[in-house]
């Protein structure tokens, strides 16, 4: 398993940006994919973005498509998600994943590893 830290959550208001970040502690970290998930309270993680080792395939969930964006550094072993926009209903914490198999999963179960998580509060 690899080590992740999550940084840059915070309060924004409504239509405010912001950019998470999660390092990993491994240099393994250019092989696996990476994901972020988020989970606000009484609710189910679900799927928010995910990309691929390289960095050049990505994949949004629909509620963050054109807002959100992941990227990754595998020079800084870090995975980026900037988000614009930000609505009230993004409120959660976020969580960052990593997944050595190599397929861009949606599903929380299929990652072998999880950051701490990050709070992000957006209000009206």
């Known amino acids: 398993q690899v080590q992740l830290v999550e940084s840059g959550g915070g309060s924004v208001q409504a239509g405010g940006s912001l950019r998470l970040s999660c390092t990993a502690s491994e240099r393994t970290f250019s092989s696996y994919t990476m994901g972020w998930f988020r989970q606000a309270p009484g609710k189910e993680r679900e799927f928010v973005a995910v990309?691929?080792?390289?960095?050049?395939?990505?994949y949004h969930a629909d509620s963050v498509a054109g807002r959100f964006t992941i990227s990754r550094d595998n020079a800084k072993r870090t995975v980026y998600l900037q988000m614009n926009s930000l609505k009230p209903e993004d409120t959660a914490v976020y969580y960052c994943?990593?997944?050595?198999?190599?397929?861009?999963?949606?599903?929380?179960?299929?990652?072998?590893?999880w950051g701490q998580g990050t709070q992000v509060t957006v209000s009206s």
């Open positions: 994943a990593a997944d050595h198999q190599g397929a861009m999963y949606v599903t929380p179960w299929e990652y072998d590893s």
């Open positions: 990309i691929n080792w390289s960095g050049r395939s990505t």
